[in-house]
């Protein structure tokens, strides 16, 4: 199992660099009425977002004058503005960038079999031995039945997890399902316009057949419900019982080629992606 974490703070060639002594000019925006000189407050932006890995900090000041950094949802227009990385949000083409280190989200590829759980009493194969010590207080956001793989998110953000597991937010979820059969031309619209369960309607967010081959089809469907076993559910409903089930994708982030078991750290704008997803 590959449970080498890639940590992407990597600083850039200037990060030795000693900080100026002046104090750099305030964000026209900050500039309050009370007097007090905003600039004096925080770190310089292109120190910190060396620090962040993501340029040194000359080409994070030519970033500025190309306009490709904000602040707080407002462009960047004078060099040298200071930020507060625990409260200010900077994104960089549009991109959120997450500053903090001491908060570490985890994607896994996990095998059928593994029950999403961080330990198991009847010793059965749990999330918490994939990920072992990776972090401290990691937990995992929302569930995959035992017998579904894929794409699961481990955290020791705690509002990031509840934010991205609570149905209130939305974050769709992408699977891709094998099913016995053929699949009805108007199964799209079918799910779209909603199928009623046992605990309640559920409508998809889009649906496509991806392949079909000899009696199989794979179907691809897209939803933000996360009742149990609400895919599984659904298909076998509407006459398409599921024989594999894959999570694919969590909002912005993917499962792409991850190997089964493998499991890697999110990088620092896939975070920011997460939390501009969830309002953070």
């Not at 910190?48 to 030519?62: I, K, Y």
């Not at 029950?115 to 194969?125: K, V």
């Not at 599984?232 to 006459?239: D, F, N």
Request: proline content about 6%.
């Amino acid at each position: 199992m590959d449970t080498a974490p890639h940590d992407d703070s990597t600083p850039g060639p200037d990060e030795g660099w000693s900080e100026d002594v002046e104090l750099a000019p305030v964000h026209p925006g900050d500039r309050g009425g009370s007097g007090t000189d905003a600039s004096a407050e925080g770190e310089r932006l292109q120190k910190v977002l060396a620090r962040a890995g993501v340029a040194s900090r000359r080409v994070v000041e030519n970033m500025v004058d190309q306009g490709r950094i904000s602040v707080n949802g407002r462009t960047v227009a004078v060099q040298g503005m200071r930020v507060d990385p625990e409260r200010d949000k900077i994104a960089v083409d549009g991109v959120r960038i997450e500053l903090r280190d001491d908060r570490v989200t985890y994607a896994l590829n996990k095998p059928p079999g593994v029950i999403t759980a961080m330990s198991d009493d009847r010793n059965r194969p749990t999330v918490g031995d994939m990920v072992g010590d990776l972090a401290p207080g990691l937990v995992h956001v929302g569930r995959l039945d035992q017998d579904t793989e894929g794409l699961l998110l481990v955290t020791n953000d705690g509002e990031l997890a509840h934010r991205l597991a609570h149905p209130s937010y939305e974050v769709k979820k992408t699977y891709l399902a094998q099913v016995s059969g053929p699949v009805p031309r108007d199964m799209a619209r079918r799910l779209r316009s909603g199928v009623e369960l046992e605990d309640g309607p559920v409508k998809v967010d889009s649906f496509r057949v991806v392949d079909t081959h000899a009696g199989q089809s794979v179907v691809e469907v897209v939803l933000h419900e996360g009742r149990k076993h609400i895919v599984r559910r659904l298909l076998a409903a509407v006459g398409l019982p599921v024989s594999r089930l894959t999570r694919t994708a969590v909002g912005p982030v993917k499962l792409e080629r991850m190997r089964s078991g493998s499991i890697r750290r999110l990088s620092r704008a896939e975070v920011g992606a997460l939390q501009e997803a969830v309002g953070l």
